[in-house]
């Protein structure tokens, strides 16, 4: 199938997963991840309708929107060095990867608007996955009102590469449940109605617990390198 097949078959399945739980497919974005594709093949995402571009490192990002241009949102979806910040700044709608004071710190130094950021919690608690621990998250946002540039828009995971329903379902309602104790505390710095969390293999089912956002690559564009 071509990308405009697999984003008709994608958008579908969004809607089926959408009338199981009663929520509007207008509410679920889908970001085109296009880290292992070219600017062609990119090129032809966004000419099919897909509207979001979510890339994970700075050399993909600048030479893709070099080409491409800022008629799309773009995300910052990957992990992100403190040293890379000055350089992605200027091309990203939305940070995916916050999870540390240093990495505000540099944000808010080299921001001269404001900047959407995700938290990325590691809510399965994998020591191979970045972000910050569950039980920290209330005390990290607070800190956050310290940092004018730095909205956060909501909170980002990736869950464990399994096929386990049960664990995939666990780890995306925690994250609802998270996004919704840090929404109700009303924080102006910290709005935190989004969720970033679902791709590929597990997307169906973060939909049905709350994503707003979904980071979708090899299903969607294809993978070519």
């Known amino acids: 199938m071509n990308i405009q097949q697999n984003l008709s078959v994608i958008q579908n399945n969004i809607s089926e997963a959408c009338k199981k739980k009663n929520r509007n497919p207008q509410d679920v974005k889908i970001i085109a991840v296009t880290k292992y594709v070219s600017t062609e093949t990119a090129q032809e995402a966004i000419s099919s ?3 979001h571009i979510g890339e994970n ?9 070099n080409a491409l241009g800022r008629d799309v949102t773009w995300h910052f979806i990957g992990s992100l060095q403190s ?7 200027p091309y990203v709608d939305y940070i995916h990867s916050l999870d540390r004071l240093s990495l ?3 944000i808010e130094k080299r921001a001269d608007r404001t900047i959407n950021c995700f938290i990325q919690v590691n809510v399965s608690k994998e020591e191979s996955k970045h972000g910050l621990p569950a039980e920290d998250l209330v005390n990290f946002v607070d800190k956050m009102k310290e940092y004018p540039h730095i909205r956060i828009v909501g909170l980002m995971t990736m869950a464990p590469h399994t096929g386990d329903e049960e664990t995939l379902r666990s780890v995306f ?18 709005p935190c109605t989004e969720l970033s969390m679902g791709m590929s293999n597990d997307y169906e089912i973060a939909v049905q617990e709350g994503a707003t956002f979904v980071r979708i690559g090899t ?3 294809g993978k070519e390198f």
């Open 49 to 51: 309708g897909v509207e």
């Open 104 to 106: 505000a710190k540099e």
């Open 219 to 221: 299903s969607l564009v």
């Open 83 to 89: 040293r890379k910040v000055k350089e992605i700044l």
């Open 57 to 65: 490192r700075q050399e993909g990002l600048l030479k893709k929107q």
């Open 173 to 190: 309602s925690t994250l609802k449940q998270l996004q919704q104790d840090i929404q109700s505390r009303q924080y102006e710095h910290a």
